[in-house]
């Protein structure tokens, strides 16, 4: 149900904002202030976008919960697209979440509402101990093998050398 207001409302809210704005300053300075928006909003997700990748990685490597970086990048994603949305109301929302602070207001608002039942990094240990690798003394990895022997080629056909 929400989905359905969602677009149905920001269609509207977008045509009254072109009509008022477009009255205002005119059809023209209108049409460009969007595009300009959405090259300036381009740039900015770009730009907070690597920095987001940067953070999700180093997340990763020191093995820190790596939520608040991917819901960081899932925001800037967001706004990527708001910004190349056409319009006034879509690119106030989408700048609005390129700014750390807001994206962090609302990730603690989201974090209240949704409950992560667990998080891991690697195999988990606790349910199938045959997981946990095994130190060795010698650095000898013991292990099994099987020699197989490669397909034999037909030797009755041409060899492929001459023509027939």
């Known amino acids: 149900m929400w989905l359905f207001i969602a677009f149905l409302t920001v269609p509207l809210i977008e045509i009254a904002l072109f009509l008022q704005v477009g009255g205002l300053i005119g059809f023209w300075p209108t049409m460009g202030t969007v595009v300009l928006t959405a090259i300036l909003g381009t740039w900015l997700v770009r730009s907070q976008g690597l920095m987001a990748i940067s953070n999700v990685r180093r997340s990763f490597s020191d093995l820190n919960d790596p939520t608040e970086p991917l819901a960081h990048g899932?925001?800037?994603?967001?706004s990527g697209a708001l910004l190349l949305t056409p319009g006034f109301f879509t690119d106030g929302v989408g700048f609005a979440l390129l700014v750390p602070g807001i994206r962090t207001a609302l990730f603690r608002y989201l974090r209240t509402k949704i409950k992560v039942q667990s998080f891991s990094a690697g195999p988990d240990m606790r349910q199938d101990p045959r997981a946990r690798p095994r130190p060795t003394q010698s650095g000898v990895i013991d292990g099994d093998y099987e020699e197989v022997d490669p397909p034999k080629?037909?030797?009755?056909?041409?060899?492929g050398w001459t023509k027939h």
């Not at 080629?153 to 060899?159: D, E, L, Q, V």
């Open 74 to 78: 899932a925001m800037i994603l967001f």
């Open 153 to 159: 080629r037909p030797t009755n056909g041409p060899s």
